[in-house]
């Protein structure tokens, strides 16, 4: 069976330091992965998703995520946070018809 | 533009009563999903269809019910036996049948419900 673990559930960061959102996901076979961001009482957009191809995927706003099979991560990874980064981040994994969603992690920026 | 419409907003269920939500999209998308988001548990899903007239059961479709009458459309029913209704309810689609697990989805910016 599928799974996936956000293993923070929330992430605090000073505007222009870099920001890591970690996920360990579990699949029987090869996944795919993606990491989609949720500002407040909005729908969730894409940011980028990993579909064996390239383990290195770029995604919007300069954000990016690193395939590691033999860690079974998908960690999401920005060198410089904006305050417009502030929201809440899930880690989704494949799950044959639907996909399965980590519970999310919040990411506070301060100035 | 091509999107996801949910309506409405905001909505207050009183006690017994059904409500129905509202998916709409005009992305052409033949699948479309129901999910549900309460603080801390990430999303849920309740119902979904990859085609018209037809659709399962996800995780937690105790106490909802839903139609998929049009390629366009797939309204979700909360009905009064889901005693604990207040959340945050997304719809989303995806384009190819049969592969929502493996597609991206696009969303709705979803309802939010609660208990009068």
């Known amino acids: 069976a599928q799974s996936v673990t956000q293993l923070d559930s929330h992430v605090s960061v000073s505007e222009g330091t870099p920001v890591l959102l970690r996920c360990n996901y579990s699949?029987?076979?090869?996944?795919?992965l993606f990491w989609y961001v949720q500002h407040p009482n909005k729908g969730l957009q894409l940011l980028l998703k990993y579909t064996s191809a390239a383990t290195l995927v770029k995604g919007i706003n300069g954000f990016e995520a690193e395939f590691k099979k033999s860690e079974t991560s998908f960690h999401l990874t920005k060198p410089s946070a904006h305050m417009s980064d502030a929201a809440e981040y899930f880690c989704?994994?494949?799950?044959?018809?639907?996909?399965?969603f980590g519970k999310g992690t919040t990411l506070s920026v301060s100035s | 533009d091509g999107g996801i419409t949910q309506s409405p907003k905001y909505l207050f269920r009183k006690e017994g009563q059904n409500v129905t939500l509202s998916c709409e999209q005009n992305?052409?998308?033949?699948?479309m999903y129901w999910y549900r988001q309460d603080p801390g548990q990430g999303l849920r899903l309740i119902y979904y269809?990859?085609?018209?007239?037809?659709?399962q059961k996800g995780d937690i479709a105790e106490g909802y019910s839903v139609s998929r009458e049009k390629k366009e459309s797939f309204p979700l029913t909360v009905t009064s036996a889901q005693k604990n209704p207040t959340a945050f309810y997304l719809c989303a689609t995806t384009s190819v049948r049969g592969q929502g697990g493996n597609q991206p989805q696009h969303f709705g910016d979803g309802t939010r419900l609660s208990i009068l």
């Open positions: 992305l052409n998308h033949d699948a």
């Open positions: 989704v994994v494949s799950g044959g018809t639907a996909l399965i």
């Open positions: 269809s990859q085609i018209v007239n037809d659709f």
């Open positions: 699949s029987s076979y090869s996944p795919s």
